[in-house]
């Protein structure tokens, strides 16, 4: 047999992956539960028999008219005011965080972030050949600004990535946070040429659209910031996992980096004009959400009757425990046609929002389970 030359940071490395057990009740990767509406996918379906005899072409490298539809949707959203050359697309927000870590990471930088948080920051690191540090959130994942602060300094990150509301544990940044770590950040990058440098704060908002109506998104932070990225995503609210299509919006000086490192013709035509033609719906695509959000909010109460210890959660998911023995737990609730997480701290296991049907099912294995 051949020897090759893997990387030695990638040796007994596995790839990334949530179970896809083929089980009734699917409620570990924060899927909406909801499938697209068939008005939506009649739209997508005309979208893409209109360009699909063009398809011999290139797709517009730049996704041009898909980012001012992005740019609109986040004004109706979040009340902020973007152009075109403030928003970046691709395929899912993963690929806007690699072109990031490609952009500003490398040999001999530095990420850093707050755990538990998404674990694929540091396998984005990892694939950068950047050095990943962490400090550790509060009790309450909540984060100490204090730790914070110190590891800025001592680290002087290229890159600092925060999720708000943060996977998965659920916690949102309040804004007065974000604003004072945007202050710290200000000169806490490398030294280039012997001046300091601004580490880039991506405050990454994958579940923004269930967080609860007095939590404000940070791209309401963006025009005094030109070192913060805000990352969206269609997967979640949207109910379009499967178009992987993810978004940032930034200064249109982090966005001309960010085409720098993207591969030629990134996002297909196909992805392009079948996430416009969502964007198109994005009320009817959105309607679940309020519903989403009253059905976690019932489920944190629930779990909390039951004696469960459940995270403030402004996302679609809820993380609980603790249990002497999270992955019995989940083997149970597997061999019911329930499948969820095991991630987190030990002790803790998270479960998406499903529909009604499926969130009662998880209610009753668990009560028989830990009764």
């Known amino acids: 047999m051949v020897n090759l030359p893997l990387r030695e940071e990638l040796r007994g490395a596995e790839p990334y992956g949530a179970p896809q057990d083929p089980v009734p009740v699917r409620l570990n990767v924060n899927e909406n539960p909801y499938p697209v509406p068939d008005q939506v996918v009649q739209t997508m379906v005309k979208a893409l028999e209109e360009i699909a005899p063009g398809l011999n072409r290139y797709a517009d490298r730049d996704a041009s008219e898909l980012r001012a539809d992005l740019a609109a949707y986040l004004k109706k959203e979040s009340s902020v005011t973007l152009e075109p050359d403030q928003i970046w697309a691709a395929n899912g ?57 110190q590891a800025l300094h001592q680290h002087r990150p290229s890159l600092l990535l925060l999720a708000s509301p943060n996977n998965p544990t659920g916690t949102a940044l309040p804004l007065t946070q974000v604003r004072q770590i945007l202050r710290m950040c200000a000169t806490t990058g490398p ?26 998104s940070a791209l309401t932070l963006l025009a005094d910031h030109p070192h913060l990225v ?79 210890t459940v995270a403030e959660s402004d996302a679609n998911f809820v993380l609980f425990g603790p249990f002497a023995n ?46």
């Open 93 to 149: 927000s993963n690929e806007v965080m690699l072109h990031l870590f490609q952009a500003y990471g490398g040999a001999g930088r530095v990420a850093l972030s707050a755990i538990p948080t998404y674990s694929m920051y540091h396998e984005y690191a990892r694939d950068t050949g950047t050095a990943w540090a962490t400090v550790e959130r509060t009790d309450d994942f909540t984060l100490d600004l204090g730790k914070l602060e």
């Open 191 to 216: 030294q280039i040429d012997g001046a300091d440098t601004a580490t880039v704060v991506v405050i990454d908002e994958a579940y923004a659209e269930f967080r609860r109506p007095n939590v404000p």
């Open 230 to 308: 805000v990352s969206r995503t269609m997967s979640k609210a949207f109910s379009l996992a499967g178009l992987r299509l993810g978004y940032c919006a930034g200064d249109p000086t982090i966005i001309r980096h960010l085409q720098t490192v993207r591969l030629p013709y990134h996002l297909s035509a196909v992805t392009q004009a079948c996430a416009r033609a969502a964007l198109a719906h994005s009320d009817q695509l959105l309607a679940a959400v309020d519903q989403l959000r009253q059905r976690r909010d019932d489920l944190v109460q629930w779990l909390r009757e039951e004696g469960f």
């Open 326 to 371: 999270r992955e019995d737990v989940f083997q149970q609730l597997l061999a019911k046609g329930i499948l969820i997480r095991v991630v987190g701290p030990e002790g803790w296991l998270r479960a998406s929002v499903g529909t009604e049907s499926e969130d009662a099912r998880l209610r009753a294995a668990l009560k028989e389970i830990t009764r």
